[in-house]
């Protein structure tokens, strides 16, 4: 990794920080994700930036953007694209959809219908959509930040196991301190931050960049810490359905894009603890008993892993 790739990171993330104020974890786990090949689903009520910070990153990057608010009435179509006959051509021809795109925001997606939400699975894990049996690439890099808002079910469709296993990552955006939020009050407008913001890079660097996470060292140490601990999702007596083969190459993967942001050539035991909970919570589902003790999914994997021996 040379300087001037570490120069660029700290630039995207100086540029969202600009705009996003007090949220540096959270903005380096998107980058994470981002850089890793990963996708985020954001948990948080309204008016905390969530929409903020995708569009940020996405003039950060010079990628292209597209946003889509889901709703009960938004089709698969919609997000994919469809084949419309053109009659001067005497031909169908392919009208690609938001999905088209670098950075794609799917704001409130647990509001559109499980139907429509499938229509995603496929390009967030192969990269590609299949309509009327022809199969379109997507644009390199791809990357997929869904929002969704805690506290609102009626007319909400909870996204099935299978969806929430093909993000990367899950994390809250909570509200900001008192001390960030009387600086939004007495000026430091975000709509106004974020009009002059400039980019600081181009998409390629970024595709560049998740190329070079290949190259960071991982001991065999570490990749038995990471399996110890799926292994003990699975057979924990109040997990009902523990971390998949899909969840352990997510954490490895996104250890190795936080070795990198952090500017070190290889992974360390405290990457793995830093990044399980936001990689593993939202995979694992628990036993009737254990919400009857109050137990949430933090709190076990969190027992969980400090049982396991950690490699020195």
């Known amino acids: 990794m040379n300087e001037a790739d570490i120069k660029v ?50 003039r950060s990057i010079q990628g292209e953007f597209r946003r889509v608010q889901c709703n009960p ?10 084949s419309m006959y053109h009659p001067k051509e ?14 794609l925001l799917m704001d409130e997606i647990n509001r559109t219908s499980t139907k429509t939400q499938s229509a995603l699975l496929e390009a967030m894990e192969e990269k590609q959509v299949s309509v009327d049996g022809k199969m379109y690439a997507l644009p390199e890099p791809f990357f997929v930040l869904a929002t969704q808002n805690p506290i609102e079910f009626e007319g909400t469709y909870p996204l099935p196991e299978a969806q929430l296993d093909r993000f990367m990552m899950k994390f809250h955006l909570g509200y900001p301190d008192k001390a960030t939020e009387k600086n939004l009050l007495l000026g430091q407008n975000n709509r106004k931050l974020f009009e002059n913001l400039n980019p600081v890079t181009e998409i390629e660097t970024i595709a560049s960049l998740q190329q070079q996470i290949e190259e960071v060292y991982v001991d065999d140490e570490i990749v038995d810490y990471i399996l110890s601990i799926t292994e003990e999702t699975r057979e924990h007596p109040y997990i009902y359905l523990g971390a998949s083969p899909r969840a352990a190459l997510s954490l490895l993967h996104g250890v190795k894009a936080l070795a990198l ?47 396991v021996r950690v490699p020195i």
């Open 90 to 103: 005497e031909q169908f021809l392919f009208r690609p959809g938001p999905v088209m795109t670098n950075i």
């Open 261 to 307: 942001i952090e500017q070190r050539t290889f992974v360390t035991p405290d990457d793995v603890k830093f990044l399980a909970p936001y990689v593993y919570c939202h995979r694992l589902m628990l036993k009737p008993e254990a919400k009857m003790d109050g137990l949430t999914e933090q709190a076990i994997l969190q027992s969980i892993m400090k049982n």
């Open 73 to 82: 009435d938004l089709l698969p179509t919609d997000v994919t694209g469809f």
């Open 9 to 58: 990171i700290k630039e995207i993330e100086e540029n969202l920080a600009s705009c996003l104020l007090g949220k540096r974890k959270e903005i380096k786990l998107v980058l994470t994700a981002l850089l890793a090949g990963g996708h985020v689903l954001l948990e948080g009520v309204p008016g905390t930036g969530k929409t903020l910070l995708v569009k940020a990153l996405a």
